[in-house]
């Protein structure tokens, strides 16, 4: 009788008992962890996710708020100008011969007539003896003339000589009377070539860096000159206007008004002189399509230096209007607005219609009333109808009160989204 087959048992066929029992014990485990975050975060209990949430849905923004007034605001026209001396001399010799002596200093400040260089006068001063010793010579022979012309008239009185040398002697006087006239000349260009000799500030003003030194020659063709004078009291700073404003500038020059121009340093922040405008260019410049201002300036403190840029506001005119701050206008795909502050300390995107900006001032066309409160400072992080705390006086500003964990870019949350997408 055969014998029964032994039945061999797989390995696998033990254990995929408890293979399912570990998978039912991780899902369970799982369901169970799932189940105590949803309880914490709808319960409020204690947890990381459950705070943050909380704190965002209750949080009310700090920001600083201003008041729309009525008010003054000036048309301002800006441009950026070229400080230029008032008036550029090249002191130049008017005479060649070698620079004896120079009397200034560099940087020197000089009025006019005070002495500057002297050139070696004697060559001038020959010429001028000269001319001074032909001119007794030429006297003396027109007083001996003269003399024997009083003779001939009294002769010919007495019909001693004939009319013919009475007139031949009075010409010879004209012709020494001519020759005076020309010694005199003669003696006042050699004094005249004496005097510039010594070289003297033609205007007050500060001197350049020499360039010459003593010893040298100099000449009348040299087109360097020996220094450089610039009158910096007044100063004047040239500038460019677009030709489309030029009517408005116009207008109020014709109506007998004197414009102002302040100056403010290169950031455009520190005004640094003012002054009045003083000229209008006679030609649009048809390259650039703009023309040519010239304003004046004391410069008492001179302040201005000669080829300085600086940056000009022109102030055309005063006009009323609504103002808020710039800061507070804001640019979107709506174009400008604003976030205003209602009753219940909640934010309202409004359009507006901007009109004329004065610094820190703009002026609203349309779009508000005067009364409202907008947002100034804290606008990074507001959106339509956000609740708001407003921070006044010396209360840390809206950057600084934000929660750390609720910064922007920190945090597990969503930023809001960006005001330009408003609408």
Same mark, same amino acid.
């Given at each position: ?99 004896? *002596? ?108 020499? *360039? ?44 007998? *008004? ?12 520190? *005004? ?152």
């Amino acid at each position: 009788m055969a014998e029964p087959r032994s039945v061999s048992h797989r390995p696998g066929h033990r254990r995929w008992p408890w293979l399912v029992l570990v998978l039912i014990v991780l899902a369970a485990g799982a369901y169970w962890l799932v189940g105590r975050d949803a309880g914490s975060m709808k319960g409020g209990r204690p947890g990381l996710g459950g705070n943050r949430m909380a704190a965002m849905a209750n949080m009310k923004t700090p920001v600083r708020v201003a008041t729309v007034q009525q008010g003054s605001i000036q048309h301002t026209l800006k441009a950026i100008g070229t400080v230029t001396a008032f008036n550029t001399v090249t002191v130049r010799s008017r005479v060649d011969g070698e620079l004896q *002596k120079i009397f200034f200093s560099d940087g020197q400040k000089v009025n006019a007539g005070d002495m500057l260089a002297q050139i070696d006068p004697r060559t001038y001063q020959v010429q001028l003896d000269q001319a001074l010793g032909q001119q007794k010579q030429n006297e003396a022979q027109l007083q001996n003339a003269q003399r024997d012309l009083q003779r001939y008239q009294l002769l010919f009185k007495q019909n001693s000589i004939a009319k013919q040398q009475v007139d031949a002697q009075a010409a010879l006087v004209q012709q020494f009377l001519g020759s005076r006239k020309s010694d005199q000349a003669a003696v006042d260009s050699a004094r005249l070539q004496l005097d510039f000799t010594r070289i003297t500030a033609p205007i007050s003003g500060r001197l350049g860096l020499r *360039k010459v030194d003593e010893g040298n020659m100099v000449n009348a063709s040299n087109t360097d000159g020996i220094v450089v004078i610039t009158q910096t009291q007044p100063i004047s700073v040239l500038f460019t206007l677009p030709q489309a404003q030029l009517p408005e500038v116009l207008a109020q020059l014709r109506a007998g *008004k004197t414009l102002t121009a302040d100056l403010y340093d290169r950031d455009d922040l520190r *005004k640094i002189a003012t002054g009045e405008l003083m000229s209008v260019d006679n030609q649009i410049d048809v390259a650039t399509g703009t023309v040519k201002f010239k304003a004046r300036f004391a410069n008492e403190d001179e302040s201005l230096f000669p080829n300085q840029f600086v940056n000009v506001r022109l102030r055309v005119d005063t006009a009323r209007s609504l103002l808020v701050p710039t800061m507070a206008v804001q640019q979107g795909s709506i174009g400008a607005f604003v976030y205003v502050v209602d009753e219940g300390d909640k934010v309202h995107i409004q359009r507006i219609v901007t009109g004329r900006v004065d610094d820190k001032l703009i002026a609203v066309e349309s779009g508000l009333s005067e009364g409202q409160r907008v947002v100034v400072e804290g606008l990074d992080r507001l959106r339509e109808g956000a609740a708001v705390e407003v921070v006044t006086g010396a209360q840390a500003s809206p950057a600084a009160a934000m929660p750390a964990g609720l910064a922007a870019g920190s945090g597990d949350g969503a930023a809001p989204a960006a005001p330009a997408s408003a609408h």
